[in-house]
């Protein structure tokens, strides 16, 4: 159950503003720490800290380039948390289906007698 | 027509909203009548639900038992708040799996949408944490899709 266990990471992850915040910016285009700090007066370890939080939920990567380790959103981590919300969505659908046939099968309330 | 939404609000709100062709008084009685919850509240095929407990009063209890038949199953537990017959229900619930998750309060209107029903439920956790997990781990069984195999997601 590993993937379990990284979208429970993933949502957790999303779960704090600064962090969503960082993901709005990187959907924009890759960003350094520095970067990323600038516009949420945080200081870099503050952002690193909360960048580790992201990767490791396998939301954010990081690039090698020359002493800079550029970070871009994980295509594939933001897509696996869209197919469960699908996935979800869809489940709770079966439910709702099946409430529409219950509902068909039941006595209709009396109409108003004005028409 | 695509029917349900599923999304987060805030950080500790779950909204899903559907349609349904039925008006909101029928709708109001196939969420708290015991004998009608039983045929539908069911999650995958194959899952039924032996105990019914729904006592539709303020204060009254709620108790879901489901069970696969193969020796899986899970219950959930709760309290009415309110109750507006025939527009809102204002509930907690908890799962347990077994232990049990922290207290979802839910609100769930039945607005009158033409002939038929907009049915909203506005789920509240009590953190953005519990949300998380909610989303990632509780709705997964509690919203039947504990059989899905995720490894094939990732």
């Given at each position: 159950m590993n993937g379990s266990l990284k979208l429970d990471a993933a949502f957790s992850a999303l779960a704090d503003p600064t962090r969503r915040a960082i993901l709005a910016?990187?959907?924009?285009?890759?960003?350094?720490?520095?970067?990323?700090a600038a516009p949420f007066e945080m200081t870099q370890p503050a952002i690193s800290q909360h960048l580790k939080v992201l990767e490791s939920a396998g939301l954010v990567v990081r690039r090698v380039e020359g002493t800079k380790?550029?970070?871009?959103?994980?295509?594939?981590?933001?897509?696996?948390?869209?197919?469960w919300l699908a996935m979800l969505r869809k489940a709770l659908e079966r439910n709702y289906d099946r409430l529409d046939e219950v509902l068909a099968t039941m006595e209709q309330p009396r109409r108003r007698e004005k028409r | 027509?695509?029917?349900?939404?599923?999304?987060?609000?805030?950080?500790?709100?779950?909204?899903?909203?559907?349609?349904?062709?039925?008006?909101?008084?029928?709708?109001?009685?196939?969420?708290?009548?015991?004998?009608?919850?039983?045929?539908?509240?069911?999650?995958p095929e194959g899952w039924t639900m032996p105990v019914c407990i729904n006592e539709a009063r303020p204060g009254g209890k709620i108790r879901y038992e489901w069970t696969n038949g193969k020796g899986g199953g899970f219950h959930l537990t709760g309290e009415y708040l309110e109750l507006e017959p025939y527009s809102r229900i204002?509930?907690?619930?908890?799962?347990?799996?077994?232990?049990?998750?922290?207290?979802?309060?839910?609100?769930?209107?039945?607005?009158?949408?033409?002939?038929?029903?907009?049915?909203?439920?506005?789920?509240?956790?009590?953190?953005?944490?519990?949300?998380?997990?909610?989303l990632a781990t509780g709705m997964e069984?509690?919203?039947?899709?504990?059989?899905?195999?995720?490894?094939?997601?990732?």
């Open positions: 910016r990187l959907a924009k285009g890759e960003a350094t720490v520095m970067e990323l380790r550029p970070r871009h959103i994980a295509k594939g981590g933001i897509e696996a948390m869209d197919q | 027509m695509s029917k349900l939404t599923l999304k987060t609000e805030g950080d500790t709100h779950v909204v899903v909203t559907r349609r349904f062709v039925a008006p909101p008084e029928i709708v109001y009685r196939a969420h708290t009548d015991p004998k009608l919850l039983q045929k539908w509240l069911l999650g204002v509930h907690v619930e908890r799962m347990h799996l077994p232990n049990p998750t922290p207290d979802n309060h839910i609100e769930t209107r039945f607005d009158a949408d033409g002939t038929g029903t907009l049915m909203t439920m506005r789920m509240t956790l009590p953190d953005a944490q519990t949300r998380a997990a909610m069984r509690g919203m039947e899709a504990s059989y899905v195999r995720l490894e094939g997601l990732i």
